[in-house]
Every structure is written in C-alpha cells, then in structure tokens.
C-alpha cells in the first residue's frame, strides 16, 4: 500500500480475485464518503522498426491492415518517429492482435517485412535517472546514467559503468544485484523489474 499524488492510497493485489473482495469490504465500511476502483488495465502495445519513409500515421495504419488483414483486426498508431533513416512505430492493439503479431514477429509493411516485438512502457527521468517521473517533475539532483556520478550523462567520461538504480536498490533492500552497466542497460535488474511491473498492468486477456 502507497499514498498517491492526489491524496489516494494506492493497494496492490495479487490477483483480480483479491482486488474484487478488498473493493467490496471497502465500500461496505467507507460508505459514500469515499470511493474505491479497480484500475482498467491498458491494452498491449508493439514496437515496428524498420518503416520506409512516406507515411503519416493514417497512411500507415491502411497498409497495416490491408497487408496484414488475415491477422490485424483492432490496431491504433500511438506513435511514428524517424530513427536514423527508417521510422519506427509504437502502435496499440487487441490482445488477439497482439498475440498474432508477436507470434508471426513482423508485420508486412510497403515492400519490407518489419520486426515486430512488445512494447512495455517505462517511464524515466533523465535528469537523475529513476522511475516514475519525468524531468519536470524531478525532486532530485542531476546523477549520470553512466557512472552514476552527480554531473549530466552527456558530459561523462568515465569508462567505468555503475548503475545508479541498482546501486539505490541494494542500500534500499541490502540486496546484492549487480551495479556495473548503465542506468539505460536492458539488462539492468531493477529496469526488468520496472517491465514486469508495467506487464502487469496490461490486458493480455489469456483466458
């Protein structure tokens, strides 16, 4: 359980059977005075690399679903950013869209197959460098992604790597998780965690 910004407490459940049952105590004993909801959980998303230039987000979206109609029903275009000299795109789906995607790793696009792969929001500061917050909203003091050192990452010349998460975690929890790659490694234990936190929150309808 944890406060939240708006004056909310925030109760995490280990399961949907757990969440109903607190909701239901909840109101019996809160009454109309306050209110109790079960977050909607948000529908999967995918990241394309790898698209031709030439598309806006509805041209795209119409050569998505007329070249992949066998198995792409539901799908939005959230986001279409150049990356180098191709484009990729976050888009948003169903989740039988998603599985048939993820199962096929592509999606036919123009002329070029494109890899296909989920993506799991996270949401990071790049001032210090944590989870949860975005730089203007940041608390802290600017700590480098890299050394993990109080000056910009931009600026940092160290060749040795250390994690400012990781290193935070294990004083937080005297854990012992490794600290020698970046704050913006993939691998990194406490960004996984991050991922598993934000997978949870999806709607990946495996009944």
């Not at 795209?60 to 275009?77: G, H, P, R, T, Y």
């Not at 792969?117 to 003091?141: A, G």
């Amino acid at each position: 359980m944890r406060p939240a910004k708006d004056g909310s407490v925030v109760i995490r459940c280990r399961d949907k059977e757990v969440a109903d049952k607190i909701k239901d105590n909840l109101e019996s004993q809160l009454g109309n005075e306050y209110t109790a909801n079960i977050p909607k959980k948000r529908c999967p998303q995918l990241k394309v690399i790898g698209i031709e230039s030439g598309y806006d987000e509805n041209t795209l979206l119409e050569a998505i679903k007329n070249q992949n109609k066998s198995f792409v029903s539901d799908v939005k275009v959230k986001i279409l950013k150049k990356m180098v000299n191709k484009y990729f795109a976050i888009l948003e789906c169903d989740p039988v869209t998603f599985r048939n995607v993820m199962s096929m790793s592509s999606l036919s696009i123009g002329f070029k197959e494109c890899p296909a792969y989920e993506f799991v929001s996270v949401i990071r500061c790049y001032r210090c460098c944590q989870y949860n917050h975005l730089i203007r909203d940041c608390p802290n003091n600017e700590v480098c992604g890299k050394c993990s050192r109080t000056h910009a990452t931009k600026d940092c010349n160290s060749n040795v790597h250390k994690c400012v998460n990781c290193t935070l975690a294990n004083q937080k929890t005297s854990s012992n998780s490794p600290t020698d790659h970046t704050a913006f490694s993939i691998k990194c234990s406490s960004y996984l965690k991050m991922v598993i936190t934000g997978r949870a929150k999806v709607d990946y309808d495996t009944t």
